[in-house]
């Protein structure tokens, strides 16, 4: 089998799909062949994201959008549902939407921020991966890809605990799922990518400096690893996928991740 052959005509949701990392999937996807649609909350983003993919070579019609906001269950169960609808089952599922605040630590931080931040990234991901894995089943075959973060694999200071806590959960429910689905021929991974140069950057209590971004993983970078992913045989699962710039300023430090 020629590589991209497989995703040819695969249908893949990915939600956060607006910018960063969910985008760079979206766009990699829809280049190897998928059909694909991108969700976000917010539709004017959502639509500039299309016409971003499409410059970049996606051809005209392989990628849509629908606005979602992933905490609601009831908006999830629907929009999955006009997806299957329009453009048959969802056979790769992306769960990138994620937030963080910069009011995050302990002595900062309050239980509305921690509901948010845990409603978004890891209740968002358990009411996507529900809405698609009956049909799944169904098919014997489907992939759900979460990412979460390294900052759910090795445990910092940088993040906060409900973003921390909210990773660590979605690397969880991704072995949960291999667990249990892999006899149906189901499969997920966990992308646990290091620093990355996204939007979410400027949420920092203290943004990094473009010479750091720089070397940081790029969105590109996680876009092909996300296309990688879903170009595995079938009978193939990456469990986990860790992935940090060569430069990893969570081990050697860098000027704002210190305690303040």
Sequence with gaps: M????????KVAWITGGGSGIGLA???ELARAGCRVVISGRDESK???AVESAIAQGVPQGRISAAVLDVSDRNAVSATAQAIAAELGGIDILVN????????????????S?????????????????LAVAEGMRTRRQGTVINVASFAGWHLSYLTGPAYTASKAGMIALTHSFNIEEGVNGLRATA???GEAATPILKLRPIE???????????????????RFIAEMPPHVCINELVITPVLNRIYVGGDELGRH
């Design 2 to 9: 020629s590589q991209g052959t497989f995703l040819d005509g």
């Design 191 to 193: 992308l646990c990518p």
């Design 46 to 48: 959502l639509n500039s």
């Design 96 to 111: 990138s939407a994620g937030v963080n605040f910069p009011r995050r630590y302990w002595k900062e931080t309050d239980g």
């Design 208 to 226: 990094p400096s473009e010479a750091d971004k720089a070397r940081m993983l790029q969105e590109i970078d996680l876009g092909r690893t996300i």
């Design 25 to 27: 999937g979206a766009t």
């Design 113 to 129: 921020t921690f509901e948010r931040v845990v409603a978004t990234n890891l209740n968002g991901a358990a009411y996507c991966t």
